[in-house]
């Protein structure tokens, strides 16, 4: 049975760790995000990259202490399957838009689909989607083009490391997509379209991973709605999972209180410069930053590496 709450009801807690979300369809990220921070009463959460409501698959959520990771995982690698419908543009690039053009179909080869694949890989410019979540001057482009304002978006280099074409019937073309961070689906399709001569725009969207969960399991809001308290809490992925992003540096219990206390540390391991993260033996700490000189600094770290120091 679905469970309702009221906010004012609920009695918030600390709950700590990540939860691999498959995000159901029609949905924004921060909808999805709040009702499972309502289902465990998690008093601290954020999503680590928005999917559009018509898109369903893989979100990351954080919650309390993980929220500090959420910034970081912004940037990971992400893979997607996606059907686009030739013939049709829309001024959302995709299915829940309004369609502004059609023209005809014209009979394609799997050559030239790969033909208009080619240039769409690797280090590209992309102008992203006129309705995206991208802000101007504090406020999201959606905002001013539901307002019927001009959006004018800049292009963007963002990185696509594989795009497929697994199925063609016409009008309807399914891609496999490994790619970056910022990169759109939703502007890979109309791309493609207009290299097709023809346009195009996006009617099913799914994320199926996410770096570093890559073959993780993914639990519905449907089924977390059904589970009882051990239930849930047992879907919880501890913080360590996210932390594994990030390049591992081992500390010792010495140096571990010496970044707890804001100070640095020397490591003997040869790192470049960067972002690691800090490891107790087998506990996260959080994250460290390593400077040109070797040493180690804290950056943001757990509350239980600031507690034992």
Known sequence: ????????????????????????????????????????RAAKGGHTGSLDPLATGMLPL???????????????????????????????????GRVIQTRPLPMLSRAQIEQALAPLRGTIFQ????????????????ARARRGEEVITQAREVQVNSLVCSRFEPPLLDLQIECGSGTYVRSLVRDLGEALGCGAHVTMLRRTWVDPFRGAQMHTLEGMQA????????????????LAAWPRLAVSASDAARLGCGQPCATEHELAPGEVGLWLDERGLGLGRVDERGRVWPKRLFTWACAAA
């Not at 159901?24 to 709040?34: E, I, K, T, V």
């Not at 589970?227 to 996210?242: F, I, R, S, T, Y």
């Open 227 to 242: 589970m009882d308290e051990d239930a849930l809490m047992a879907c919880l992925l501890p913080v360590e999972h996210a």
């Open 1 to 40: 049975m679905a469970r309702n709450f009221s906010a004012a009801r609920i009695a918030w807690r600390d709950v700590n760790g990540l939860i691999l979300l498959d995000k159901p369809q029609g949905l924004s990220s921060n909808q999805a995000l709040q009702a499972v921070r309502r289902l465990l």
């Open 62 to 96: 954080c919650l309390g202490e993980a929220t500090k990771l959420a910034g970081g995982l912004l940037g990971a690698n992400k893979a997607y399957i996606a059907t686009a419908c030739l013939g049709v543009n829309t001024d959302t690039d995709d299915a829940e």
């Open 127 to 142: 102008h992203p989607p006129i309705y995206s979540a991208l802000k101007r001057d504090g406020e999201a482009q959606y």
